[in-house]
């Protein structure tokens, strides 16, 4: 699924969800804790706001629907900012966790919540951690009935977290929903992830750049760039955790913001519905 245009359109994406909300202290801070912590998604979003209309890039801006009931007006201030709102669902639990119909109440509840302060329609969707994978396809038929057009949940790497390594690595149709992967290298006849989250933050932004540009311009793909608000916050409190997940989640906060704006200034970038209607002659909030 090409792109049609002459100059390279790629997606820029956040997943806008607190420090404490995250899998890899899912161990150490149950959902009923969440509210007991210090929340600085308000000021960190507010950074990333900043940023984007300093670089005049527009993205698609993946909202915690228990971040939009607490925060109603930056999900305003998001939209009125001319950016795109997505749904990432509402109590960030991974998705083989949940039943079907626990599912179908996650995913409604949170776009219902957020199409009622924007007052739009909301197309895009993203798991939290990127959890549909084999074992959960079925979350695309339920994504679908809901109304939702894209999603970007599916991650074509092997991870201990999620993944398909076997997914198609750009834009791809399944079924009635246009897949938007997180951009990939293949080297070695392996996926490697390259544009986003701790994979922007630890890799030396030159191999970033590098693998960019392989998919913009040898494979003549839009990349899919995401982050977190929280990961340009090096001063946010740390949560006691096992050493893997702290160094998932601490290394290299310090220099995400500058990583960030190396992107956009390198880099076209504008929202997920704002590419995917650049892929094809098929309008995909209308396919």
């Known amino acids: 699924m090409p792109l049609l245009t002459a100059r390279m359109l790629n997606a820029l994406s956040i997943d806008v969800e607190d420090y404490f909300h995250v899998e890899a202290f899912a161990t150490r801070v149950s959902p009923g804790d969440w509210i007991t912590f210090i929340p600085r998604v ?3 979003v507010s950074l990333i706001l900043e940023i984007l209309a300093k670089n005049e890039t527009r993205a698609t801006f993946f909202v915690l629907g228990w971040i939009a ?3 109603p007006k930056l999900v305003r201030q998001i939209a009125e900012a001319g950016h795109e709102i997505g749904c990432h669902g509402y109590a960030h639990q991974l998705i083989q966790r949940q039943s079907p ?13 957020l199409m009622d302060q924007v007052q739009k329609p909301v197309h895009c969707y993203r798991a ?8 959960t396809l079925w979350a695309l038929d339920i994504l679908e009935e809901e109304g ?4 970007s949940s599916i991650f074509p790497v092997r991870h201990d977290l999620y993944g398909m390594p076997e997914s198609d690595r750009f834009p791809h ?14 080297r070695a006849n392996n996926n490697f992830g390259v544009a986003g989250g701790g ?11 590098w693998a960019i540009r392989q998919v913009n311009e040898v494979e003549e793909q839009p990349a899919m ?3 977190h608000p929280w990961e340009l916050d090096p001063e946010q409190p740390r949560i006691a955790a096992p050493f893997r997940s702290r160094f998932r989640h601490y290394t290299n906060l310090d220099g995400m913001q500058r990583k960030v704006e190396c992107l956009l200034s390198d880099f076209r970038f504008g929202s997920v519905s704002e590419v995917c209607k650049c892929l094809t002659t098929i309008d995909p909030v209308t396919h």
């Open 69 to 71: 009931e607490l925060f």
């Open 148 to 151: 939702f057009k894209i999603d």
């Open 128 to 135: 939290p951690s990127f959890s549909i994978t084999k074992a």
């Open 173 to 186: 149709w399944r079924n009635r929903i246009l897949e938007f992967p997180p951009t990939t290298i293949r």
């Open 101 to 113: 119909e626990a599912f179908r109440k996650d995913v409604r509840m949170a776009r219902q919540l």
């Open 199 to 209: 994979y922007l933050r630890l890799l030396p932004y030159g191999i970033t750049r």
């Open 225 to 227: 760039v995401y982050f």
């Open 42 to 44: 308000e000021k960190n």
